[in-house]
């Protein structure tokens, strides 16, 4: 079944932002990391950002001090917000979650290594 539900998603120009948020179970919030990722049509996805269980975020060189990752653990949601927003940010955004702390190091990089997934949810950037 679905544990992750994204939303927020839109239709915006150039330059414009989106908060997009993903909402789940309280204990997925407290186990995993959330990561955000991205994909095109016929490309798997990529990542754009990452909260781990620690609380170290992680963002993709394209989005660096433009998106922004945070929780709210009272509402078990986790938001993107992503400002001045570029065609290349397109795609439909999913929220993924995994219990990094038992992977490899380097496990957070990889959509494969996230266990539950939503729905996801569409960015367009005119």
């Known amino acids: 079944h679905v544990q992750l539900v994204e939303s927020g998603g839109g239709s915006v120009q150039a330059g414009g932002s989106l908060k997009l948020t993903c909402a789940g179970s309280?204990?997925?919030?407290?186990?995993?990391?959330m990561g955000w990722f991205r994909q095109t049509p016929g490309k798997e996805e990529n990542l754009v950002s990452v909260?781990?269980?620690?609380?170290?975020?992680k963002y993709s060189d394209s989005v660096k001090g433009r998106f922004t990752i945070s929780e709210d653990t009272m509402k078990n949601t986790v938001s993107l917000q992503m400002n001045s927003l570029k065609p290349l940010d397109r795609g439909i955004y999913y929220c993924?979650?995994?219990?990094?702390?038992?992977?490899?190091?380097?496990?957070?990089?990889?959509?494969?290594?996230?266990?539950?997934w939503g729905q996801g949810t569409q960015v367009t950037v005119s």
């Open positions: 909260l781990d269980s620690d609380g170290i975020t």
């Open positions: 993924a979650a995994e219990d990094l702390g038992s992977r490899w190091p380097e496990a957070w990089k990889y959509a494969s290594s996230y266990r539950y």
């Open positions: 309280a204990y997925i919030l407290e186990q995993c990391g």
